[in-house]
């Protein structure tokens, strides 16, 4: 089973370069979330979605862009790249009810010089 | 606000050494908690999930506990291949269709030979 699978796994960016982590689930889950991990300092939420069409923001959404035209798929856009955003992103998904597992892919490092 | 705190920052345990992992959580509202285990360089892995206090889950060495304010991973004669990352994250009830999810910074476990 895939699961959650994110594009691509490494990446470094020039300050200022834009790009797109890409995330597709194959679970026919409604939730997805992108969340960045730093040293010491657990999983922050950046955006998440409830379902096709809608999007929130999370603890830390400045810098970010997302969208969701599908089920499926859930891309994180990076505008501007600072190095403040060197993390690495996961990608996640979930059915949404209380209380359910949520999934994480693989992660992509990013790194901004 | 919200909090998830985790003890201690790092372990290190000798081969057969059992010991616990603290989880101490202040939400207005418990949905559910949860433990992951992470690896390095890989995505968090679903371990557990509780849902009320005196609730109490085992897979294999491993044993999770809940209580009102607290969530302990018992771990029984460990062995090298539990090394990992553990995460502990809180899901509390929302004001919108969103329950909040919150994690911990993690308890980084080294089981020596």
Known sequence: ?113 | EDQVTQSPEALRLQEGESSSLNCSYTVSGLRGLFWYRQDPGKGPEFLFTLYSAGEEKEKERLKATLTKKESFLHITAPKPEDSATYLCAVQSLGKTSYDKVIFGPGTSLSVIP
């Open chain 1, 1 to 113: 089973n895939a699961g959650v699978t994110q594009t691509p796994k490494f990446r470094i960016l020039k300050i200022g370069q834009s790009m797109t982590l890409q995330c597709t689930q194959d679970m026919n889950h409604n939730y997805m979330y992108w969340y960045r991990q730093d040293p010491g300092m657990g999983l922050k939420l950046i955006y998440y979605s409830v379902g096709a069409g809608i999007t929130d923001k999370g603890e830390v959404p400045n810098g970010y862009n997302v969208s969701r035209s599908t089920t499926e798929d859930f891309p994180l856009r990076l505008e501007l790249a600072a190095p403040s955003q060197t993390s690495v992103y996961f990608c996640a998904s979930s059915r949404g009810e209380a209380g359910n597992t949520i999934y994480f892919g693989e992660g992509s490092w990013l790194t901004v010089v």
